[in-house]
């Protein structure tokens, strides 16, 4: 690839767009952003800073200070911080701040998977290749809940698919960048598809694009 490549993944949580873009960025080479880290990362500071969540102007600041560089995963993976996560992800302001981020590193060569909610749809409406991947709900739950007993942990089923449906519900009905497919997006619904079937797919996708790129 010569020329920045992106591609550009979104979906709901739990449907596996993660576990897929890593796998799509290390097998292309290419650079990986977890968008929603941006949004845990301005969520897990003010939690830090015993601000509240809706003080917008605190939440700006927390944007503008985000290092796309130093997202720690791990710390940024609680749940409470996710849940925090998807209320400062409503602002406009914020959102606009992080998506200027996100733009800059999807344009640093040789290209990136950039995986989130409004990827295709707002951060990069020119990407190469657009994937929706989703799954149902009861789907989603199940692994969230298979995740969680993995290492140790236990959890209520109902109350896992209450909370997916909630968020679900925020990310596709705010009024800013809300959570839909593009229109030039290719459906990846992974429901009874295990990661590797959905990884071939997407190759599958991707490699074709490539072919006629190469060709022109």
Known sequence: MTSTFTIAIDGPAGA?????????ADHYRLNLL????????????????????????????????????????????????????SKVAVY?????????????????PPGAVLDGRDIGTVVCPDADIKLYVTASAEVRAQRRLAEIESIGGTANFNEILA??????????????????????????????????????????????VLAKRNKA
């Open 163 to 208: 909370d997916i449906m909630r968020r679900d519900e925020r990310d596709m009905g705010r009024a800013d960048s809300p959570l839909k497919p593009a229109a030039d997006a290719h459906l990846l619904d992974t429901s009874e598809m295990a990661i590797e079937a959905a990884f071939l797919a997407a190759m599958a996708i991707i490699d074709d």
């Open 34 to 85: 977890d968008t929603g880290l941006t949004y845990r990362a301005v969520a897990h500071a003010l939690i830090q800073h015993a601000l509240p969540l809706d003080n917008v102007s605190a939440a700006e600041t927390a944007a503008r200070q985000v290092d796309l560089a130093k997202l720690d995963r791990a710390v940024l993976s609680a749940h409470a911080v996710g849940e925090a996560a």
């Open 16 to 24: 596996g767009k993660g576990t897929l873009a890593r796998r799509l």
């Open 92 to 108: 406009p302001t914020v959102r606009r701040i992080l998506v200027e981020k996100q733009r800059d590193f999807a344009k640093t």
